[in-house]
Every structure is written in structure tokens, then in C-alpha cells.
């Protein structure tokens, strides 16, 4: 069974950048549709940030042009570059399958906090 590890998160100051990783063991995720989400307090968890096996990306229009999604096979990871970070962005991301029924066990998740 996969088992997904999110990590790079942090306290950063708005405008701010962080890379978020996903590294996944247990079997390749490669050919995978992937997808980053995210849950603020309080909220729902919403998908952020997608990266189909095809290399085609999307993303939720709060972060386009801020965030980045994309993949290193070889490393099993998939990654989430943010860079003008907002507060709003504040929340626990996660990575998983896009498919929900491919989508393995969730994570722990990775915290970023946006905040002067």
C-alpha cells in the first residue's frame, strides 16, 4: 500500500516562498494523476493544484501564477512550489491521487502558515 509523506512546510511572511514535497513508498505513482490539496480551519479540504501523467497541470484561479505542481519519478515525489505566498493560503496541504478511487491513506500533511 502507498504511504504519502507531505513536508516542506513552514511559517513564512507574506509574498513569501516554500516547496512543498510529496514523497510516496509502497509503489510508483507515476502514472498517477496526482493532486495537492488543501484544509484551512474551519473549511473543507479542496484540491489546489493538479498534475496528470501527461504533464498537463491546473489549478484552483486563487493560485495561478503562484503555484507550480510537477513530479520527479525517479524520487517517487511530487512537489508544490508556492512563491507569493498570501495569508489566505494558510492551511494543511496534502498530496493524493486525483481519482478518488485510487486515492490511498491521507497523510499528515504539511503545515504552511502565511503570517507577519
Known amino acids: 500500500q502507498v504511504q504519502l509523506v507531505e513536508s516542506g512546510g513552514g511559517l513564512v511572511q507574506p509574498g513569501g516562498s516554500l516547496t512543498l514535497s510529496c514523497a510516496a513508498s509502497?509503489?510508483?505513482?507515476?502514472?498517477?494523476?496526482m493532486g495537492w490539496y488543501r484544509q484551512a480551519p474551519g473549511k473543507q479540504r479542496e484540491l489546489v493544484a493538479t498534475l496528470f501523467s501527461t504533464g498537463r497541470t491546473t489549478y484552483i484561479e486563487s493560485v495561478k501564477g503562484r503555484f507550480s505542481i510537477y513530479r520527479d519519478n525517479a524520487k517517487n515525489t511530487v512537489y508544490l512550489q508556492m512563491s507569493n505566498l498570501k495569508p489566505e493560503d494558510t492551511a494543511v496541504y496534502y498530496c493524493?491521487?486525483?481519482?478518488?478511487?485510487?486515492?490511498?491513506?491521507w497523510g499528515q500533511g504539511t503545515q504552511v502558515t502565511v503570517s507577519s
Open positions: 493524493n491521487a486525483l481519482d478518488a478511487a485510487l486515492r490511498f491513506p
Open positions: 509502497g509503489s510508483s505513482i507515476s502514472s498517477l494523476a
